[in-house]
């Protein structure tokens, strides 16, 4: 019974020498890559990580600047995230915060230098739109109006449309363009929800300009009757 033991067992062994020589080095080359895979994973997750406590401990600094009124070191701040850190939402965030602080100031071309770098090189969409916001109201400002509405030209987000077609009305209404002011205000009265003090704003500008909010209430509600 022994002996029968052992020749299945050497069987078994042969086998598996066999299978090995065929598959071994495949199967090591795939746990060395899946190993490196794995190392390569967890290194980028500690990089991240490392990166994103780094410029949290910027933005820190960026915002005890603004609220102590200090721009010199508010905008040192902001020139370390932009070079180390640009990708992250803090970096965003801190060139909102100073472009405040700045047009506040009265130093409207700073403001907007630090809002189009956060237009344009922000990660976050939310913050981009933001910025892009803000950046066609300080061109409204200065009587850019043509500028002010290439900020507000292309995609946003779902979110952010209602707001967008009644900046567009307000810059459109400075050109004295009146049709297509009440075309956008039209799209934001639709756009906001009722009861927003926000669409009662719109309903005063449209009633300003001689258009009928009630008739876009209506004809919004018909849209969504089945």
Sequence with gaps: MAHHLDLEEQEQLDRLKHFWRAWGTPITS???VVAG???????YQYWQNRQAAQAAALW???DMAVRAGDQARMEQAFGDLKAKYPGTAQAAQAGLALAKAL???GKTDGAKQALEWVAQQSADEGLKALARLRLSSLLMDQKNHEEALQQLSGSFAPAFAAIVADRKGD????????P????EYRKAYQGFEDG??????????????????QDVAASAAQARQP
């Design 171 to 178: 810059i459109l209404w400075l050109q004295d363009k009146r």
């Design 196 to 213: 927003l003090e926000y669409r009662r704003l719109v309903e005063i500008k449209l009633d300003a300009l001689g258009a009928a909010p």
């Design 30 to 32: 795939v746990l060395i």
């Design 37 to 43: 895979a794995i190392a390569g994973w967890n290194g």
């Design 103 to 105: 047009q506040d100031a």
């Design 60 to 62: 820190d600094v960026a």
């Design 180 to 183: 297509q002011a009440i075309a």
